[in-house]
């Protein structure tokens, strides 16, 4: 599978489960139920656009290295690059929603980033061995000449 199959089914399947662990923690941590399903719906859609941008960039850039796959570094790069960047983006949001401050805001994400890094690298190596390597990190095969 590639292409823009390939990223609809990935991101459609990380925001499913990730929007179902937003809620639970949200709920644990005392929040309402309406609060928490709005802001689990709002990170998500933050969180598809982000993705879809973040994966096509990181393609990209993956692409154009000397030296394909993907290695346990780069799979760092890749989770650790939208984790940094979907926090720069949610901490006003989830201050605003909750109606908390943005410290308060801050410390709730980071505790979300720190699981996110985690699922976010398990969640790729196993879509990875399911669904096969992305064109642009599969080997070049090299044809020779005899």
Sequence with gaps: MQGIKRKLVYVTLYE????????LILLLMGHAILDAGVAS????AI???????????FE??????????????RRIMHALGFE???????VPVMAWWLEISLWHAFVLDMGLLI?????????SLAFDKIFGLPLSAQPVMVESQA
């Design 16 to 23: 499913v489960i990730a929007t179902a662990i937003i809620t």
């Design 41 to 44: 719906g709002m990170t998500s």
């Design 47 to 57: 969180a598809v656009s982000w993705n879809l941008a973040w994966n096509s960039l």
């Design 60 to 73: 990209s850039w993956e692409a154009r290295q000397p030296e394909r796959g993907r290695n346990i570094k």
């Design 84 to 90: 940094f960047g979907l926090l720069a983006i949610l």
């Design 115 to 123: 699981f996110f890094v985690f699922y976010t690298f398990v969640f």
